[in-house]
């Protein structure tokens, strides 16, 4: 697994298609001296899920930190055709 510590520094609602209710959601990897020790292994990097859930939107909220975790998955869900 690899963890990454990243900030939320945009929603941008109501982003999409006609029909479509999507929002945006950027994360910029963190930098600065209270971050030093995340910025030493990730200087730079950028995150932007378009996410048409509103309730997974509202968990994001912008100048907060998170951690994303990444770990290796199936190419195909076991429930995918």
């Known amino acids: 697994m690899v963890r990454a510590k990243f900030q939320c ?25 209270q971050n030093k020790t995340w ?3 990730t ?6 899920m378009t996410i048409n859930n509103p309730d997974a ?6 100048g907060k930190y998170y951690f994303l975790d990444f770990t290796e998955a199936p190419a195909k869900e076991v429930d995918e055709k």
């Not at 200087?43 to 932007?48: A, S, V």
């Open 39 to 41: 910025s030493k292994w």
């Open 43 to 48: 200087p730079f990097g950028q995150l932007n």
């Open 9 to 33: 520094t945009r929603i941008e609602q109501g982003a999409g298609t006609e029909g479509h209710n999507n929002s945006v959601v950027t994360m910029s990897a963190v930098s600065g001296e």
């Open 57 to 62: 939107v509202r968990q994001f909220e912008i």
